[in-house]
Nanobody
Framework: VQVVESGGGSVQPGGSLRLSCVVR????????MGWYQQAPGKQRELVAS???????NYADAVKGRFTISRDNAKNTVYLQMNSLKPEDTALYYC?????????????WGQGTQVTVSS
């Protein structure tokens, strides 16, 4: 199973970015897909997650600014980030909980950098 992110970059405060993540490989289902952020010197923290049925969960710091969505047919999850702030600067990791052979496995992407600066 491979988890591949794209879409990071540099943007000014107030700008927008859209992250994408595709899960490739052989598996039964992906019960949860999500995005985490890790700033220098800090622990990795949940930004948002989504189930196949569309149930979402957001960190308080991004509510109203970020939107997570997924395309189940494409095994892809997106993170639309609007009204970006300097404190959103971090390495963003895609996470996929995958079911195979009756068990759940946790997979991570390589990370994509988001930098918000004037």
């Amino acid at each position: 199973v491979q988890v591949v992110e794209s879409g990071g970059g540099s943007v000014q405060p107030g700008g927008s970015l859209r992250l994408s993540c595709v899960v490739r490989g052989s598996f039964f289902s992906i019960p949860v897909m999500g995005w985490y952020q890790q700033a220098p010197g800090k622990q990795r923290e949940l930004v948002a997650s989504i189930t196949p049925g569309g149930t979402t969960n957001y960190a308080d710091a991004v509510k109203g600014r970020f939107t997570i969505s997924r395309d189940n047919a494409k095994n892809t999850v997106y993170l639309q980030m609007n009204s970006l702030k300097p404190e959103d600067t971090a390495l963003y990791y895609c996470n996929a909980v995958v079911t195979m052979r009756g068990s759940r496995y946790n997979y991570w992407g390589q990370g994509t950098q988001v930098t918000v600066s004037s």
